[in-house]
Antibody, heavy 123, light 110 residues
Framework: EVQLVESGGGLVQPGGSLRLSCAASGFTFSSYWMHWVRQAPGKGLVWVSRINSDGSSTSYADSVKGRFTISRDNAKNTLYLQMNSLRAEDTAVYYC????????????????WGQGTLVTVSS | QSVLTQPPSVSGAPGQRVTISCTGSSSNIGAGYDVHWYQQLPGTAPKLLIYGNSNRPSGVPDRFSGSKSGTSASLAITGLQAEDEADYYCQSYDSSLSALFGTGTKVTVL
């Protein structure tokens, strides 16, 4: 079964740090691009960051650039998101999701998604 | 980053047809990037509903259909059912291959 399982969420004070993990199984993790998408309470989906299949290329939303770092360990089939200098507005459920980038330059849709992990930034 | 614009809500009686629009620009949908749609039931993660503008994954009922034209796309639900009550999001990309999500539409079955 293709599966993504996030962990590492929790309550953190403003200015603090947190590292999220996303464990993948059931597919060839090292062949897929990986993304983090977040959803603030009662709000819509917002793309946060992506990393290509071998980890050599990353991209970030302006709102997290310079504070968040995405990385992956293909030997462990695991994606990470290191979040520093956290702000109240970073409070959200964080989802990891995968997609495929083919040799023609086509980037596919997000499937599967993890179940999400809640990050709450509050004093 | 720009977003894709959707109506906040649509509603319909059981059996009716509803449509959800997704409006982008020449730098995303209009640049040729495909549009994908996701359904999010309350308290759950998003689920792929339509991929590549108009294709349904296995297991998605054929009452869901998608289309794309110019800088916009749309999702149609025909024969609306109570279980279709959910939030729906469109998604595409920009030239940097950063993902863009729509603002989301809540579908209410009257």
């Amino acid at each position: 079964e293709v599966q993504l399982v996030e962990s590492g969420g929790g309550l953190v004070q403003p200015g603090g740090s947190l590292r999220l993990s996303c464990a993948a199984s059931g597919f060839t993790f090292s062949s897929y691009w990986m993304h983090w998408v977040r959803q603030a309470p009662g709000k819509g989906l917002v793309w946060v960051s992506r990393i290509n299949s071998d980890g050599s290329s990353t991209s970030y939303a302006d709102s997290v650039k310079g504070r968040f770092t995405i990385s992956r360990d293909n030997a462990k089939n695991t994606l990470y998101l290191q979040m520093n200098s956290l702000r109240a507005e970073d409070t959200a459920v964080y989802y990891c999701a995968s997609n495929y980038y083919d040799s023609s330059g086509y980037l596919y849709w997000f499937d599967p998604w993890g179940q999400g992990t809640l990050v709450t930034v509050s004093s | 980053q720009s977003v894709l614009t959707q109506p906040p809500s649509v509603s319909g009686a059981p059996g009716q047809r509803v449509t959800i629009s997704c409006t982008g620009s020449s730098s995303n949908i209009g640049a040729g990037y495909d549009v994908h749609w996701y359904q999010q039931l309350p308290g759950t993660a998003p689920k792929l509903l339509i991929y590549g503008n108009s294709n349904r994954p296995s297991g998605v009922p054929d009452r869901f259909s998608g289309s794309k034209s110019g800088t916009s796309a749309s999702l149609a639900i025909t024969g609306l059912q109570a279980e279709d009550e959910a939030d729906y999001y469109c998604q595409s990309y920009d030239s940097s291959l950063s993902a863009l999500f729509g603002t989301g539409t809540k579908v209410t079955v009257l």
